[in-house]
């Protein structure tokens, strides 16, 4: 286990309920990958999820995430040769 995720989200916005929704996603994809999962309170309309404090997904850019990106992002950092089976869409 080396991969610690963490979801910055807006207490302003009530982004929490996405914010733990998203977690829960995570954790069931990559109970064995994760050893941490953290959520951040924050302001001012962030939703930021970090691997490892690198920015895998930032809402301003990005928009809010599917579940199956931000998998996507995490298992490129946390676990490259894990398969995410019928959730992971091939490139088109």
């Given at each position: 286990m080396?991969?610690?995720?963490?979801?910055?989200?807006?207490t302003q916005?009530?982004?929490?309920?996405?914010a733990a929704?998203?977690?829960q996603e995570?954790?069931?994809t990559?109970?064995a990958e994760?050893?941490?999962?953290?959520l951040?309170?924050?302001?001012?309309?962030?939703?930021?999820?970090r691997?490892?404090?690198e920015?895998v997904w930032?809402?301003?850019?990005?928009?809010f995430?599917e579940?199956t990106?931000?998998?996507q992002?995490?298992?490129?950092r946390?676990?490259p040769?894990?398969?995410?089976?019928?959730s992971?869409k091939?490139?088109s």
């Open positions: 080396s991969g610690r995720v963490e979801i910055e989200y807006c916005c009530r982004w929490l309920p996405r929704w998203l977690a995570l954790l069931t990559f109970e994760l050893s941490e999962l953290a951040k309170p924050g302001k001012g309309g962030v939703f930021v999820v691997v490892d404090d920015v930032d809402r301003r850019e990005q928009g995430p579940p990106a931000v998998k992002a995490v298992r490129d946390v676990a040769d894990k398969s995410l089976g019928h992971e091939p490139a």
